[in-house]
C-alpha cells in the first residue's frame, strides 16, 4: 500500500457516539443531538476525525433504535432534522465528519413497508419481507432468534409467519426484491445528498438468506437451529450494485457489521479491488472468552493472552496491502474494554486503560473509540436483573433461567454482570454532579456509580488522565505514516503475559510492549532496540528498561 493511495479514512481515528446515553439537553433521561452538538469540540480537542451515531432515526425502540420505523425520520426522543442538520454544519466547520448507523437487514415492524406487508397476501408489499405458511402449528423452519426462540412469528391476520432474526418486532426485509434494494439504495442516497460522511452497515453480511431457507444444524443446549445467515450467496452481489448505485458518488467510509468471517471474507468485503465495503468490523477476538459449555456470549471467563494475539496477527497479516482493517476493543454491544480485558480495580484502571489503548491504537487499521473509553469507563456493576434495559440480556434471563432451568440466578446474574450490552450504554460521565452531567432528569438506565472519580471534567484536570493519553495515541497516528502504513511482526507469540510487536515502514521501526496483567515481569527488549532508539509514548513516567510493571506500556523508535 503506498502512501499515494492512502484514503482519509486510513489515517482516520473514529469516535462511536451512543446518543441515547450521550448527553441530555431537554432533561427527559434520554440523550439527544443537541447533546452532541454539545460537545464537538471535546472531541474536536480528543483528536478524533469522524463520529459514529448509533441510529437516530424513528423506532418504537424495541431493541434501542435498531428497529427502524421510518428511515428519513429523527426520533423525537432525540430532537428534530433540524437538529441534525445543526450537528451536521457544526462538525464539518470543525473539520469533523459524521457517519450513519446504516440498519437495512431488517426494520421495526412498525415500519410502513411492514404494515403493509402483513395487511394482506396480495399486497405490493408482502414480497417486501419473508411470510411462509407454517407446517400446521410448526414454523417453516428450524432457524432461532439471536434473542432467544423461533426466528420466526406467527401473524394470525394473514394465518402465516414471518421471519425476524433478532426481535420480533424487527422482521427481515428481503433483498431478493429488487424492488426492496432499490427503496434501500434511494434512502441511502438521499442522506448522502445531505451530507453525511458514511455508514457504519448494522449485520450486512446477513441480508442474503439461503435459496429456500433450509433448516440449520441445531445449536448447543437448544432446540433451534443456527440459521448460518452470515456471508449469504448473493451477498457481495448485492454490496457490489449498491457500491456502483450509491457510494461510488460520494467520497464516504463504511464499515460493515460482518459476525462470523474470515481474513479471506474480508478480502471480498473490503478488498481494495472489490467495490464493495471499506473495511469491515470482525469478532473474532471478542468471541476468545465465551462460554465453553455452550452457552455462547454469556460468561465470566477471562480472555487467554496468547490466544488474543494470534487472533489479532491473523487480521494484521491476512489483510496487510490488500483490504483494511477495523480496530477496537469495544462498543455499544460489548461490555467495557477495561473490565473485560484490563483491571477496572482503583489501583489498575488508568494504567491497564492506557495499556489497552496503546496495543491497539499502534495496529494498522482505523481505530474506534466507544463513547467513555477515552475516560477508562467501567462495566455497570449491577445487582439486580431490574436495572437492566437490553432486549438481549432480558430474554437470555429468560431463557437459561425462568423457563429452561440451565442456569442458576446468581450464576446468571454474574455472566450477565460481565457480558451484558448495558454495560456499555450507561449514560457518559461528564462530571461529579448529578447523574454525572448527564440529565438532571432521571436517566433512562442507571448511571454507574463511579462516575464522582470517573470522569470528564475529572479527566480534562489531570494532564496524567487516560484521556490525555488517549489524544497523545491519536497524534502519533496522525504524525507517523508508520502507524498507518507499516507492517505487523508479533514478537513472543507464547508469552502469557506480554504482548509485543513491531511495525516497520520504510527505514523506520518501531517496538510496542504490552504488560497484561498486574504483575512486575521481565523481558530481555536490548535484541529488539537500537542504541538511538527513543521512547515515543508510554504510561508510567519513567522507563526501566526490561522491567515491566503493571499493565505498563510502551513504544520504542527503534
Not at 127 to 150: C, I, K, L, Q, V
Not at 224 to 251: C, I, W, Y
Not at 343 to 367: I, V, W
Not at 438 to 446: L, V
Request: with cysteine; glycine share 6%.
Amino acid at each position: 500500500m503506498q502512501t499515494a493511495a492512502i484514503k482519509w479514512w486510513q489515517k482516520a481515528v473514529v469516535y462511536q457516539v451512543y446518543p441515547r446515553s450521550f448527553q441530555d439537553t431537554n432533561q427527559d433521561g434520554i440523550g439527544d443531538l443537541p447533546g452532541v452538538t454539545a460537545h464537538l469540540d471535546y472531541l474536536k480537542k480528543l483528536g478524533v476525525d469522524v463520529i459514529w451515531l448509533n441510529p437516530i432515526y424513528r423506532s418504537p425502540n424495541d431493541d434501542n433504535g435498531y428497529d427502524i420505523s421510518d428511515y428519513q425520520k429523527i426520533a423525537s426522543e432525540f430532537g428534530t432534522m433540524a437538529d441534525f442538520e445543526t450537528l451536521l454544519a457544526a462538525a464539518h466547520q470543525r473539520g469533523l465528519k459524521i457517519i450513519m448507523d446504516l440498519v437495512v437487514n431488517h426494520t421495526s415492524d412498525e415500519h410502513p413497508w411492514f404494515r403493509q406487508s402483513r395487511s394482506s397476501t396480495t399486497n405490493a408489499y408482502r414480497d417486501f419481507y419473508f411470510w411462509r405458511a407454517g407446517n400446521g402449528e410448526a414454523a417453516p423452519n428450524n432457524w432461532d432468534s439471536a434473542f432467544g426462540g423461533s426466528a420466526w412469528q406467527y401473524d394470525q391476520h394473514t394465518d402465516a409467519f414471518y421471519l425476524h432474526t433478532f426481535s420480533t418486532k424487527q422482521p427481515d426485509l428481503n433483498w431478493e426484491n429488487p424492488t426492496v434494494r432499490q427503496a434501500i439504495y434511494q434512502m441511502m442516497t438521499w442522506w448522502l445528498e445531505k451530507g453525511v460522511d458514511g455508514f457504519r452497515m448494522d449485520v450486512i453480511n446477513q441480508i442474503s438468506k439461503r435459496p429456500g431457507l433450509p433448516d440449520g444444524p441445531l445449536k448447543p443446549n437448544s432446540v433451534f437451529g443456527d440459521s448460518q445467515l452470515a456471508n449469504g450467496p448473493r451477498v457481495h452481489e448485492f454490496l457490489q450494485e449498491m457500491h456502483q448505485q450509491v457510494l461510488t458518488k460520494f467520497d464516504v467510509m463504511t464499515v460493515g457489521e460482518t459476525h462470523g468471517v474470515t481474513p479471506a471474507d474480508a478480502l471480498k468485503y473490503a478488498g481494495q479491488d472489490r467495490h464493495e465495503l471499506d473495511m469491515v468490523f470482525e469478532f473474532d477476538h471478542l468471541k476468545l472468552d465465551n462460554s465453553q459449555a455452550g452457552y455462547g456470549k454469556w460468561s465470566t471467563r477471562k480472555t487467554p493472552l496468547v490466544a488474543l494475539k494470534a487472533v489479532i496477527e491473523k487480521w494484521q497479516i491476512g489483510l496487510n496491502g490488500q483490504a483494511w482493517n477495523s480496530l477496537f476493543w469495544n462498543n455499544h454491544d460489548t461490555p467495557r474494554v477495561v473490565s473485560r480485558f484490563g483491571n477496572d480495580t482503583p489501583q489498575y484502571r488508568e494504567r491497564s486503560a492506557k495499556m489497552l489503548a496503546t496495543c491497539l491504537h499502534l495496529l494498522q487499521g482505523t481505530p474506534y473509540i466507544y463513547q467513555g473509553e477515552e475516560l477508562g469507563m467501567t462495566n455497570a456493576h449491577f445487582d439486580h436483573l431490574s436495572q437492566y434495559r437490553d432486549i438481549e440480556t432480558l430474554h437470555a434471563y429468560r431463557d437459561l433461567v425462568t423457563t429452561n432451568h440451565q442456569l442458576t440466578k446468581p450464576d446468571m446474574l454474574a455472566r450477565i454482570a460481565a457480558k451484558s450490552r448495558d454495560n456499555s450504554r450507561t449514560p457518559m460521565q461528564w462530571n461529579a454532579h448529578e447523574n454525572a452531567g448527564f440529565s438532571t432528569g432521571k436517566p433512562w438506565i442507571e448511571v454507574n456509580t463511579n462516575y464522582p472519580t470517573v470522569n470528564a471534567a475529572a479527566a480534562l484536570a489531570d494532564p496524567d488522565s487516560v484521556w490525555y493519553y488517549y489524544q497523545k495515541l491519536i497524534a502519533l497516528r496522525h504524525d507517523y505514516p508508520l502507524v498507518t502504513l507499516g507492517t505487523f511482526t508479533l514478537l513472543l507469540p507464547t508469552d502469557p503475559a506480554v504482548f509485543m510487536y513491531q511495525r516497520h515502514y520504510q527505514s523506520q521501526t518501531w517496538l510496542v510492549v504490552c504488560n497484561f496483567t498486574a504483575e512486575q515481569v521481565t523481558r530481555a527488549l536490548t535484541p529488539y532496540l537500537t542504541a538511538q532508539a527513543r521512547l515515543m509514548i508510554g504510561n508510567y513516567a519513567d522507563d526501566q528498561g526490561d522491567v515491566l510493571r503493571p499493565y505498563e506500556a510502551k513504544v520504542y523508535a527503534v
